[in-house]
């Protein structure tokens, strides 16, 4: 089923400044890509994660380790979450002990996604930061957490969804609101 | 002194005196007294038995009662009444009891107890071997004084092969038939199943079909040998079948039965590891059902028991492998007769009523199974035309252990009489 | 994702679609097996019950490190004689910890069928994890696993079972899942170890090793429980290994590429040689990797569906 489309926010060129925005401030606010890591959130996050890579070395003209989380088994909703589909791997090519952490997501929506990251990336080691980048924050958080880098901010009602879709999994670059499916 | 009855408007089915048409039955001190059509007589109590047949009550030639012993698994007094709920006004009851029926004193407890609490009539099988042990032979000639009808080890074969030959040539001498559960106990190997593709899948071990054949057969070569009557309890091969019909070719005093189980279920039926499904010998594969089935259309089965087998629901609800073999059957014998073997033309109505009534009474030497002057009046009435659905909880035995649970079914008895006293009436 | 059911009892009874999602779940569970943490919360607060009514060391150790690994609390009950000796029926021991609120039930049991009642009278999930001769429906899960991840597939593989079949209930779950899932099947024993209509369950006879291994892609050696020689079901153990040890000689039989499994424990120098369990062809220890994998795949669907329905 696909959702009823409200409005496009941004389009793929919006999407595209947004990026590389948020790139030059992670090189910015880290001073360089000293023992930087991305960390992108399965699934859209993943691909946002391998964007800003390639645009950190555009920049810096030095590749940035990149790596994925899926975040199925740490949800806080296990109780009564059904699990609708197959949980994909968790590929973390590197240590995360002593590195500063970018966690990469699509959507900032009420923070749970962004918690459950941070606590599997702990399990994984003891990283010096973690900082959080997202293409959109849309507020209505529920857990006090902040994004460090955000592409846009876009103010909705709970009763829709802001849908990021990228060209690798959805054919084109956008950002768009519909109606909420449920 | 009983009532005089009349039972009118029946159809009646008494193979005994080939009557098979609508007629009427009087009954007067506890004795047929007349059978015929438009009676004209004076009764204490008539009944109405228009659309029912009306046939001589069943005889069951191979029921447990398990009392001595295991009353916990049923009762003489709730065996037979589950037999008259079934129609069925005579039993022999086998005798793996504790203690067994391997002693004249147990036979006369059986009978007194069987007067006293008992439904309909009720005719000890004593054991071949004391102790049932399969080792010595038991007191034939003073148990069949006291009342014994046959001899069995039943639930056990006797495997030593010279017992069995001094026991036939014994037994003649007695006029006594040997009733012998055939199964090679090596062949067996502790299978709790038919042992074919259904016990492969199932992970079950199995139990050959080769393990009742080849005691049939070396107990026919002992029959031919002593000269004795040999009867084939509870057969269940395409095996068995084939020697019984060489050993009646060739005139030998041997006979056999078959369960109602045993041409309606197969191996195939077992589901869901229900231990309701589990008895000795098995359910066997499909091509044993059809030669069972021949066999019954074919005359080679010499009549039809139940091997009515009641247990608890403790040794039943459990694993399978640790189940206890044996289902009931008393209360379901006409129903899946008549609505398995009847209705699918396998044999007639007539005929069925045959190997339920007058056949089995031969085979042990009874004078039962007739609606003849004179006879006892041992009555059954069966309704062959509404359906109902078994249902093992309205059942009179102890027993819950069917594997007809819920199935629908014709032939429902209605009426039961056993020596002219109605023993049984459907509500 | 196709999966329905609050219990894993058989194979026979799985869909082509259900053991497909059972193995794509199971590679992100391997993933967790890899990290130095190798635990994720997704049991947490759940209790599963290791239920054993027959020694079993490999497969409760695989069940349990399973369940810690998603976090679940366990509790083991081993039962070394059957519940009639005990005086319990099994039921009632089962209503017992049912009523102290238990999510899943991982039961092994002796007598065939065990699972499948035990299922009808409880609302936890039952597991199947071996039940007398019947199925060992994770074992032939973990070996599907092991097989897809060296062959990369497994439809139009030739799979052939060397060994004990009759007494098996690895060869029976491995019999339906590798048809499932498009396999062809042989097994190969003496006619003494192998069941009455094997053959209708669609896998073609061998008697003769040699001839079995021919063109064989996967070669699945059974233990042969040396106890069954008692049972006249072969005369020696010698004369067994004689015809029917997978040897590296023998194994040149089969295709270049063929793997070999072994559900364990190996007698080593009686189905199989030390040469085979310990050579290139081995896959053995990975079939014990992946079992934990496979184990925390199901433990997880299972939850899921649990849930779904309240």
Request: hydrophobic letters at 40%; one cysteine or more; glycine letters at 8%.
């Amino acid at each position: 089923m696909t959702p009823k489309v409200k409005a496009t926010v941004m389009e793929a060129r919006d999407v595209d400044r947004a990026l590389t925005r948020i790139a030059h401030e992670i090189l910015e606010r880290n001073k360089g890509l000293q023992d930087l890591v991305l960390i992108g959130i399965k699934s859209r996050g993943e691909v946002l994660a391998e964007r800003l890579a390639a645009k950190i070395k555009g920049i810096e003209g030095t590749a940035v380790p990149c790596g994925a989380l899926d975040i199925t088994f740490y949800r806080d909703d296990q109780d009564t979450h059904t699990p609708d589909k197959i949980p994909q791997q968790t590929e973390l090519p590197f240590d995360v002990t002593n590195k500063k952490v970018i966690l990469v997501d699509d959507v900032l929506f009420t923070g749970r996604s962004a918690r459950a990251a941070i606590d599997e990336i702990i399990d994984f080691g003891r990283p010096t930061a973690i900082q959080l980048a997202v293409l959109v924050d849309r507020g209505h958080r529920e857990f006090p957490i902040h994004a460090d880098y955000v592409g846009k901010n876009i103010p909705s009602s709970s009763k829709e969804e802001v849908l990021v879709r990228v060209k690798e999994r959805d054919e084109k670059d956008e950002v768009v609101i519909a109606e909420s499916e449920k | 002194m009983s009532k005089s009855i009349l039972i009118q408007g029946g159809h009646v089915v008494d193979p005994a005196n080939q009557i098979d048409g609508p007629a009427d039955v009087f009954i007067e001190n506890g004795k047929i007294a007349k059978v015929g059509k438009g009676l004209k007589v004076k009764a204490d109590q008539t009944i109405d038995a228009k659309g029912k047949i009306v046939t001589p009550g069943l005889v069951d030639i191979h029921v447990h009662l398990r009392e001595p012993g295991f009353e916990y698994k049923e009762t003489i007094a709730t065996g037979t009444l589950a037999a008259v709920a079934g129609g069925v006004t005579s039993v022999a009851c086998m005798p793996n009891t504790n203690p067994p029926i391997d002693d004249q004193a147990i036979v006369h407890f059986i009978k007194s107890k069987a007067e006293k609490e008992g439904h309909c009539h009720v005719f000890p099988v004593g054991c071949i071997s004391k102790q049932r042990a399969g080792e010595e032979m038991s007191e034939m000639g003073e148990l069949k004084k006291a009342g014994a009808v046959a001899l069995s080890d039943d639930g056990a074969p006797i495997m030593n092969a010279e017992l069995m030959r001094r026991v036939m040539e014994y037994a003649k001498m007695h006029d006594l038939v040997v009733i012998d559960h055939c199964e090679d106990m090596h062949l067996s190997n502790n299978g709790v199943m038919n042992e074919g593709e259904a016990s492969t899948v199932m992970g079950l071990r199995g139990i050959p079909a080769a393990s009742e054949t080849v005691m049939v057969a070396r107990n026919i070569v002992l029959a031919e040998m002593t000269g004795a009557k040999f009867h084939v309890a509870h057969m269940s091969t395409a095996g068995s079948v084939e020697l019984v019909r060489q050993a009646k070719k060739k005139g030998l005093n041997v006979t056999c039965e078959t369960a109602p189980h045993y041409w309606s279920l197969s191996d195939k039926s077992i589901k869901n590891y229900n231990a309701n499904f589990k008895m000795n010998p098995p359910l066997r594969s499909d091509e044993d059902v059809a030669a069972i089935r021949k066999a019954l259309k074919e005359g080679i089965v010499d009549c039809i028991a139940t091997d009515h087998a009641p247990h608890s629901s403790t040794e039943k609800q459990c694993e399978f492998d640790e189940a206890a073999f044996g289902i009931v059957g008393l209360e379901t014998l006409f129903p899946v007769t008549y609505s398995h073997l009847v209705e699918p033309g396998v044999v007639s109505l007539s005929r069925a009523i045959e190997l339920l009534t007058v056949a089995p009474s031969k085979i042990v030497g009874l004078n039962k199974g007739t609606l003849s002057e004179g006879a006892d009046a041992d009555v059954a009435i069966f309704d062959i035309t509404s359906e109902k659905k078994v249902d093992v909880n309205e059942f009179k035995t102890k027993g819950r252990n069917s594997p007809f649970n819920g199935w629908n079914l014709k032939g429902w008895p209605v009426t039961t009489i056993v020596s002219g006293v109605v023993k049984y009436q459907a509500e | 994702m196709s999966w329905k059911s609050k219990d894993l009892l058989t194979i026979q009874d799985l869909s082509t679609a259900e053991i497909q999602t059972i193995l794509d779940t199971a590679a992100s569970f391997k993933e967790v097996s890899t990290r130095s943490v190798k635990k994720v919360p997704a049991l947490r607060g759940r209790t599963v019950v290791l239920f054993f009514h027959e020694p079993s060391t490999r497969t409760r150790i695989s069940f349990e490190l399973a369940a810690k690994r998603m976090s679940a609390d366990i509790l083991t009950v081993q039962a070394a004689s059957s519940s009639l000796v005990k005086g319990e029926t099994l039921i009632d021991t089962l209503k017992t910890l049912d009523s102290m609120t238990i999510d899943a039930i991982v039961v092994r049991h002796k007598c065939s069928g065990v699972p499948l009642m035990l299922a009808n009278a409880t609302n936890a999930s039952v597991i199947n994890a071996g039940d007398g001769a019947h199925e060992h429906p994770t074992q032939a899960l973990l070996d599907l696993y092991t097989i897809n991840e060296h062959k990369g597939k497994i439809a139009g593989l030739t799979v052939t079972i060397i060994g004990d079949v009759t007494h098996s209930r690895v060869a029976r779950s491995n019999i339906h899942g590798l048809q499932k899932m498009g396999a062809k099947v042989r097994v190969c024993a003496p006619p003494t170890l192998l069941p009455a209509g094997i053959e209708k369950m669609g896998v073609t006879v061998f008697h003769d090793l040699d001839k079995a291994l021919e063109g064989t892609d996967v070669v699945y050696v059974l233990r042969l429980q040396l106890e069954r020689q008692k049972k006249n079901l072969f005369p020696t153990i010698r004369e067994y290994s004689m015809l029917y040890s997978v040897t590296s000689e023998r194994l040149k039989r089969a295709k270049k590429d063929a793997i070999v499994m072994h559900p364990g424990p190996m007698n080593r120098g009686v189905e199989i040689s030390s040469g085979v369990a310990d050579g290139p062809a081995s896959v053995i220890d990975d079939q014990v990797t992946n079992g934990v994998a496979v184990r925390m795949a199901v433990l997880y669907l299972l939850k899921g569906e649990k849930e779904g329905e309240k």
